[in-house]
């Protein structure tokens, strides 16, 4: 499930609303391929995140090595529960991402938006002086470190350990990475949280796992394991996102200079442009694994009871029952774009305003600063990283000035 996604997508559609796929290691499953029938499902509670309902995991089929097993059985979390459980999981990490609570962060996230474009700046007029092709990865040196360090600031972790988490989710979202090495990457995952949130104990801050930790020893709201389940989960799924939101945004816009012009005259909105590359392209292609506690009929098939299924985000956003004719294209003016690609139901992505505010600064501010970007390298070079669950380039190279 890695390489042409856009033709793997079509393929899944065309299987019919519930397809059979094979993960990585041979672990078959089944995956959700029509809009209608993912938002049925997503709100239906006989799909539940507990892996001790998956019939393959209770008869030992498979191996706790598993190279996805960080993404079926994170630890103690709100992805791993349902009903009042995962409400007590959620609640505090979900009120400090409201609408209103991530609008308090837009002056931190525009300075540090400005200051990494003025690092691209500095280094372009480096490359420049000394005769060099002026290209730069901006994917490396912005739309990786925006996500990461504001996620970073709200869970109060310090970014000298930014080059080795990058290594260490690097290796986490691939589906290349060898079972055993996967192993050793959770576990050097969790020590490295389980220092921070130690650190936390002795000297908590203003940020999101210190009150995590606080809430913990109020009541019985969070155990020690939840949260460091949590702060994992916040900082995987914090980051690896909304890099490639900002990615693919520019691949996007950089490739259809059309739609860019359409911004760029006020005839369409930034955020038309963020929404359209959430259903165009979107930054997660298959998330995550739910289990069926009795048989559920979708189309002609069934989930039998205790099966597995994925959400195939990646073949939803166009599926033309839903977005009409202009699903295959990138239209920056359509409008309502109702997309599914932050999830939807109890488990809808709690950072969704987060991302959209991260997105609508770094857009325009990176337009703004740098008029004549371009890619410096045909879109046809651009490559996927082989994962099952992110939609993330290797690199974006581009010229920042003709
Ligand atoms: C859940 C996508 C950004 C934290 C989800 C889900 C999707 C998703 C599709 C639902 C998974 C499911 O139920 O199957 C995205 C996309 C993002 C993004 C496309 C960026 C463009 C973020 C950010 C954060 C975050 C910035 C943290 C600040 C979470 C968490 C969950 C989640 C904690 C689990 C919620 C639960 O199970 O109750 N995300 N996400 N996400 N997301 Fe995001």
Not at 53 to 81: C, K, N, V, Y
Request: glycine share 10%; with cysteine.
């Amino acid at each position: 499930m890695v390489g042409d996604l856009v033709g793997e997508g079509a393929r899944l559609r065309a299987a019919g609303p519930l397809a059979p796929v094979e993960l990585p290691g041979g672990i078959r499953v089944w995956a959700v391929t029509h809009h209608a029938e993912a938002r049925r499902l997503l709100t239906d509670s006989r799909l539940v995140k507990d892996i001790e309902t998956w019939g393959a995991w209770r008869r030992g089929e498979i191996p706790r090595t598993w190279s996805m097993i960080g993404l079926a059985d994170p630890g103690p979390s709100m992805l791993t529960f349902d009903g009042a459980e995962h409400r007590r999981l959620r609640t505090l990490t979900a009120q400090a991402l409201t609408p209103r609570r991530v609008e308090s962060m837009r002056p931190r996230i525009e300075a540090i938006t400005s200051q990494l474009l003025d690092g691209l700046d500095e280094l372009d007029r480096r490359e420049r002086a000394a005769g060099a092709g002026g290209h730069v990865d901006l994917k490396a040196r912005f739309a990786y470190p925006l996500p990461m360090n504001v996620i970073s600031e709200l869970m109060g972790i310090g970014s000298d350990t930014h080059p080795r988490l990058r290594e260490l989710y690097d290796g986490f979202f691939s589906s290349v990475t060898p079972p055993d090495r996967v192993q050793a990457i959770m576990g050097e995952l969790f020590e490295l949280f389980g220092r921070i949130i130690e650190d936390k104990k002795r000297s908590p801050g203003d940020d999101l796992t210190s009150a995590l930790l606080q809430a913990s020893e109020d009541g019985d709201h969070l155990t020690g394991e939840e949260v460091l389940a949590t702060l994992q989960v916040m900082i995987a799924a914090g980051h690896e996102t909304t890099i490639s939101l900002i990615v693919n945004a520019v691949v996007a816009l950089l490739t259809h200079p059309e739609q860019l012009a359409l911004v760029r005259s006020g005839e369409a909105s930034w955020d038309g442009v963020i929404e359209e590359t959430l259903r165009w392209d979107p930054p997660t292609t298959h998330v995550l694994i739910r289990f069926a506690t009795e048989e559920i009929p979708v189309g002609d098939r069934v989930v039998g009871e205790g099966e597995a299924l994925i959400v195939a985000y990646g073949a939803i956003g166009r599926d033309e029952a839903q977005h009409g004719a202009r699903a295959q294209e990138f239209d920056v003016t359509g409008s309502p774009n109702r997309h599914l690609s932050f999830g939807h139901g109890p488990h809808v992505c709690p950072g969704a305003p987060l991302s959209r505010l991260e997105a609508r600064i770094a857009l325009p501010a990176l337009f703004g600063r740098f008029p004549d970007l371009s890619l410096a390298v045909p879109a046809s070079d651009l490559r996927n990283k082989p994962a099952v669950t992110q939609n993330e380039l290797y690199e974006l190279p581009v010229r920042l000035r003709p």
